[in-house]
Each structure stands twice: as C-alpha cells, then as structure tokens.
C-alpha cells in the first residue's frame, strides 16, 4: 500500500471516530463544529502517513495533531480533549504508517 493511499483511510477512520467522539456532546451549532473537526482529524491522519520529516513517523504524526490541533483548542478554549486526541491520534496514525509502510 502506498502513503496516499494509506493516509486516505487513515484520515477518514481518525475523523470518523472523532465525530462520533462529538456526536453525545452539547456543543452550539453541531453540524459546523463537527465538520470542521473532521477535516482537521483527516488532516493529521493523511498528513501522518505521508509527510517524511527526519524523526520516527510517530513523532512527525505526533508533531502534525499538535500543530493542528493548536487553533480549534485555542478558538474553543477546550485545550485538553482536542489537544489531547490530536496529539494521541496523530502519534497513533503516524506508528501504523511506519509500521505499513515499511514491511
């Protein structure tokens, strides 16, 4: 499997569970928080599978959700539960595409 490929499910898996992460929440206008969670999710996992930077591909993942995940925790003030999974999620992301895509 290739990196694009790859970081095209990644993406959608990681973006997946984190709106279903929302969807018990009560946040004001759900619809626009929740699509905007998913396009940043996807952004760290497809980023986390294709961006080779010089480091272990868990801290280039980790390194991409905290970057990411910086502007919505700093809008929403709600810094550990988006900072918290970006942070998880991008590591996780970038562990299974070293282990991928190096067999």
Do not use: E
């Amino acid at each position: 499997m290739n990196a694009i490929t790859l970081g095209l499910i990644m993406g959608v898996v990681f973006a997946l569970a984190t709106v279903a992460l929302m969807m018990t929440q009560p946040i004001p206008d759900k619809n626009t928080a929740m699509r905007a969670a998913f396009i940043n999710r996807f952004a760290i996992g497809f980023l986390a599978a294709t961006l080779m930077l010089p480091m272990p591909q868990w801290a280039t993942g980790l390194a991409i959700g905290l970057v990411l995940s910086l502007p919505p925790a700093i809008m929403t003030k709600m810094y550990a539960p988006i900072l918290g999974l970006g942070v998880v999620g991008g590591a996780v992301c970038g562990f299974v595409a070293s282990a991928v895509l190096h067999m």
